[in-house]
């Protein structure tokens, strides 16, 4: 949205010399001139959380999601992810999680209390060995296995707004 305003700035200012010749009043002449000299913001950046135990995995996650515009933070299990989510929860646009994770709480587990609690946030949950604790997902989770592919991600991240997430309406697995 940014760069679209930027080009359309540019375009008026480059008509600009044609349309104050054609009889502009100058209070819109200086309305056109104003718009050029405000400061620019940089867009605000997406968040993600990545909550992995395996350092290799969680530091290749992240680093992808950071190529993807996000600010990533990471830990590594769901009781951190939720203390986490606890303190910037309306923040945080995705999650990504795996099933096995150290400390007593699953992927699932975490799953299940974001989706109840911050249903904004998009949740993916992934896992090499999943066995039936995918099946106890809620139906707005994604679930991808491991190895997981960029494509997998960029797909998922790409629903994932500044607000939170637009939810993918088929059921995890997809």
């Not at 000299?37 to 290799?56: G, K, M």
């Not at 060995?129 to 989770?141: F, I, M, Q, Y």
């Not at 960029?150 to 991240?157: N, S, V």
């Amino acid at each position: 949205m940014p760069q679209l305003l930027a080009t359309l700035g540019r375009h008026l200012r480059t008509s600009y010399a044609d349309i104050v010749d054609g009889g502009l009043p100058e209070h819109l002449a200086s309305l056109v001139a104003k718009l050029d000299q405000e400061p620019r913001r940089p867009a605000p950046r997406r968040r993600a959380l990545v909550v992995e135990d395996d350092p290799s995995v969680c530091a290749t996650a992240a680093i992808f999601l950071e190529e993807l515009g996000f600010d990533v933070l990471s830990c590594d299990t769901a009781e951190a992810a939720l203390h986490e989510m606890t303190e910037r929860g309306p923040n945080i646009a995705l999650i990504f999680a795996d099933i096995r994770l150290a400390g007593r709480m699953d992927g699932v587990d975490l799953a299940l209390v974001v989706a109840e609690r911050w249903p904004s946030a998009r949740i993916v949950v992934t896992s090499g060995a999943p066995g039936n604790r995918a099946k106890a997902l809620p139906e707005n989770v994604v679930f991808f296995p491991k190895p997981w592919r960029g494509l997998d991600m960029l797909l998922q991240t790409d629903r994932a707004d500044l607000g939170g997430a637009a939810r993918d309406p088929r059921r995890h697995g997809s």
